[in-house]
Structure formats: structure tokens, C-alpha cells
């Protein structure tokens, strides 16, 4: 166990329909990050919210939003579902020592 | 913008052979490099690290160093056995130019047979 929580684990759902991941990071860690894993893609950074704020942006899609709330665990809200957002979605986070991140399991969406 | 390259997978061995998986990066600044390794249906974890030039990162048998000449980060294991199957991903991070994200390879996926 990391210590890093991903819920759900796994997800289905249909094209056009909107989910939200949530991520418990580790205790004291401060920073969550937000990483998509497909196959034609990689490892693929989404974006990062430290103490609650907007820390950095990556490839993120404009149909999806994050946000970090006051006791730490982030949101990924994933809307107007397609069947290329089907991958499998990972949070990270980090502490003081800020370049070493730890992973969640991830959560596994499928987009039918 | 900075990148990571590894070697194209998959990479099938036998118990007990010799494991290099080449990297190489490409960075503006100067780039604490990582591997992480993903078992079948787990997330990652890391590896090893080294955070400046001619570091050497080691644990669990694997190493690689830090080569600033060669903007090269390869991972070594003297001995694999069954039990590293797993997917291998070079990282860098750059936390002055690019705060504490990390930048993946595309892994490589090891295969070792008994």
C-alpha cells in the first residue's frame, strides 16, 4: 500500500456521460498530481494542485477539471465521455521532497 | 520541451541474464532522473533516482548512473529473475523549470522466463 487512494478502482460508463475520480494523497503530502495512462499515449501528465492551488498544467483535455479541497484529497471530473478517454487515470503525490512522487493503483475507466 | 527516450520493449530474458534498458533525455535545466517500475495491475513505484550528474541510484539489485555527457540514464541488473517481469519507465523532473511533475519514457516491458 503507498498510502496514495484512488476510488474507483475500476469504472464503466457510456460516451457522451461525466465521472469524477477522487484521490486521497498521502499523509502530510501537500502536492497531488494527476497522470492518464493509455496504450498510443503513455504516461501522460494532466495536471498539479498543491495546497489547494493550481500548481501546473498538462495535456488535459478542456472536458476534463480538477480541483484539490481543503483536506487535501483532489478531484478528476471527466465529462462529455468519448471512447478515447477509456485509460486508466493516476494520482501521485508528493512532500517536502517534491521530485519524488508516489503513486496510486489507479483507476481504470472504459468508455463504452 | 524536455523528453524522455527509452528502448522499445518488450524485452524478453532468461532468469539470471544481464538487463540493460537504455534512456536517454533531453532537458533545458538540470533534471533529477528516475526509474519506475509497474508489476501487471499495480501502479508505479519508484525505483531508483539520482538527482545530479554522476550520481549512481541503486536498489534491488539494479542500478544506473547519472551520465551528463550522454544525457543518459540507463538501468542495469546484473541477474533478473521471473519476479522483475514487470513494465520499466525512465523519468526526469525539473522542479526549477518545470515544478515537481515528472516526464515519462514510454516504459519497457520486460519479460524473464524461467
Known amino acids: 500500500d503507498s498510502g496514495v487512494t484512488q476510488t474507483p478502482k475500476h469504472l464503466i460508463t457510456a460516451t457522451g456521460q461525466r465521472v469524477t475520480l477522487r484521490c486521497s494523497p498521502r499523509?502530510?503530502?501537500?502536492?497531488v498530481y494527476w497522470y492518464q495512462q493509455s496504450l498510443d499515449q503513455g504516461l501522460q501528465f494532466l495536471i498539479q494542485y498543491y495546497n489547494g492551488e493550481e500548481r501546473a498544467k498538462g495535456n488535459i483535455l478542456e472536458r476534463f477539471s480538477a480541483q484539490q479541497f481543503p483536506d487535501l484529497h483532489s478531484e478528476l471530473n471527466l465529462s462529455s465521455l468519448e471512447l478515447g478517454d477509456s485509460a486508466l487515470y493516476f494520482c501521485?503525490?508528493?512532500?517536502?521532497?517534491?521530485?519524488?512522487?508516489?503513486f496510486g493503483a489507479g483507476s481504470r475507466l472504459t468508455v463504452l | 520541451g524536455d523528453s524522455v527516450t527509452q528502448m522499445e520493449g518488450p524485452v524478453t530474458l532468461s532468469e539470471e541474464a544481464f538487463l540493460t534498458i537504455n534512456c536517454t533525455y533531453t532537458?533545458?535545466?538540470?533534471?533529477?532522473l528516475f526509474w519506475y517500475v509497474q508489476y501487471p495491475g499495480e501502479g508505479l513505484q519508484l525505483l531508483l533516482k539520482a538527482t545530479k550528474a554522476d550520481d549512481k541510484g541503486s536498489n534491488k539489485g539494479f542500478e544506473a548512473t547519472y551520465r551528463k555527457e550522454t544525457t543518459s540514464f540507463h538501468l542495469e541488473k546484473g541477474s533478473v529473475q521471473v519476479s522483475d517481469s514487470a513494465v520499466y519507465f525512465c523519468?526526469?523532473?525539473?522542479?526549477?523549470?518545470?515544478?515537481?511533475?515528472?516526464?515519462f519514457g514510454q516504459g519497457t516491458e520486460l519479460s524473464v522466463k524461467p
Open positions: 532537458a533545458t535545466g538540470y533534471p533529477s
Open positions: 499523509s502530510g503530502d501537500l502536492s
Open positions: 523519468a526526469l523532473s525539473d522542479p526549477v523549470n518545470q515544478g515537481g511533475k515528472l516526464i
Open positions: 501521485a503525490s508528493s512532500g517536502l521532497k517534491a521530485n519524488v512522487l508516489t
